[in-house]
């Protein structure tokens, strides 16, 4: 062997050991970053009864709703970061999704689960002059259907529900996997109803539509029904950011929040608390529907970590393109208000003293934790 070739194995090793040492070094300061420090990841035998649901029996995730669930300029670019969606997202140590913190555990059930559905590529919006219709990109969505502009009174429930249709049957075991299944849909129904009460009738009849189509259509599944934050406040934070003030007196993002006066934005958290207070009515309905069907494979619980909140946030919590849109921290703040308020159990009308806000602890599980699937609890309001 000459000594040159001798020579370039050598440099080759150096540059690969280097490589090597850098991509080691890139894993670590992203794990010494998360938020995520579990360390009990013992998962129960898989169930048969929701009551008994922990987060390492979950196989698959879907999720429907409007530009917060498809992450439109969560990063603050004009991309749906559909990688980092709160509720759907792949996720990254670093950047925690729900179906992220759900895989920690997932690998460790016996057999082992692959948790499936999550998107996994930032995209830009589909069909942009016909938004929302179509904006899904069926390759890398998977099964987050949120299309950004969606509501509930321009058809995007049911629209959504066929994109869902046409994903069960790409994956073996979707009929007997356990799944979550989280819907928000509110702020486009809402934005604009700031100058008297909303009838939410359409609202609230499309939304029972839905959960009658999810019943009729699976099991072994975990329906997220998520309210909704004091709206109001994004105001509050746009006016109090000049560059923010200045953009939102060119563009019209969402009715009131942009230029309504202080009446109006009573009256749009009073519409949101009206919409909050609906999901309750149908959860404790299907609650006592699925009960008296004697259905132990399905829940339907609504999440109410954010109801109440806004007086705390601040201009971090909204993209800079925008400064209306989550930004990435609050997409990670919202997936670790679900995850927390999915695992409170004991304590609802209180929240488990977890009240949201950025840097929210993550509840760790342990091998009894499930996730709440009880008659509907409406918050305490959190502390101010």
């Known amino acids: 062997v000459s000594t040159q070739s001798t020579w370039g194995a050598s440099t080759r090793f150096k540059a690969m050991a280097a490589r090597v040492l850098l991509m080691s070094a890139l894993v670590a300061a992203a794990l010494a970053q998360s938020r995520f420090n579990c360390t009990d990841f013992r998962v129960p035998p898989i169930p048969t009864n929701v009551s008994f649901l922990h987060p390492g029996h979950v196989e698959f995730v879907m999720a429907m709703g409007d530009s917060i669930t498809a992450a439109f300029s969560a990063r603050s670019t004009l991309f749906e970061a559909r990688d980092i ?3 759907i997202g792949i996720g990254y140590a670093n950047q925690l999704t729900f179906p992220w913190m759900l895989s920690q555990y997932a690998v460790r059930a016996v057999p ?7 998107s996994t590529e930032p995209v830009l919006p589909n069909d942009i002059p016909h938004l929302p219709h ?32 046409e994903n069960f049957n790409k994956y073996p075991n979707f009929k007997s ?37 999810v019943s009729n259509t699976l099991t072994n599944v975990y329906v997220n029904l998520v309210s909704t934050l004091d709206l109001s406040n994004v105001a509050r934070i746009q006016r109090s950011n000049p560059f923010c003030k200045i953009e939102h007196k060119i563009i019209d993002e969402c009715g009131c929040i942009d230029r309504g006066n202080a009446t109006q934005l009573v009256w749009l958290d009073k519409n949101v608390h009206t919409m909050n207070a609906a999901l309750h009515v149908l959860a404790q309905n299907w609650y006592l529907k699925l009960k008296a ?22 201009i ?36 488990c003293d977890i009240p949201f806000s950025v840097d929210l602890p993550v509840v ?13 609890v409406v918050p305490n309001p959190p502390p101010q």
């Open 134 to 165: 179509n904006d899904y990109h069926p390759l890398t969505d998977h099964m987050n259907v949120a299309e950004s502009e969606g509501s509930v009174r321009r058809g995007s429930l049911e629209e959504q529900w066929q994109f869902l249709l």
């Open 364 to 376: 760790c599980p342990t091998i009894d934790s499930v996730f709440y699937t009880g008659p509907d």
């Open 177 to 213: 996997g356990w799944k979550v299944f989280t819907l928000w849909m509110t702020a486009n129904d809402v934005c604009g109803e700031c100058d008297g009460p909303f009838n939410i009738t359409y609202w609230v009849d499309r939304t029972d539509k839905l959960l009658t189509n």
């Open 316 to 351: 971090s919590f909204l993209s800079r393109l925008d400064c209306f849109h989550p930004s990435a921290l609050a997409h990670q703040e919202l997936a670790i208000g679900l995850w927390d308020s999915m695992l409170c159990v004991k304590d609802r009308v209180n929240r």
């Open 112 to 118: 082992a689960i692959t948790v499936q559905g999550m």
């Open 293 to 314: 069907q004697g259905r132990s494979d399905m829940a339907v619980v609504v999440q109410a970590f954010q109801e109440g909140i806004g007086s705390t946030l601040d």
């Open 85 to 87: 969606s709160w509720s």
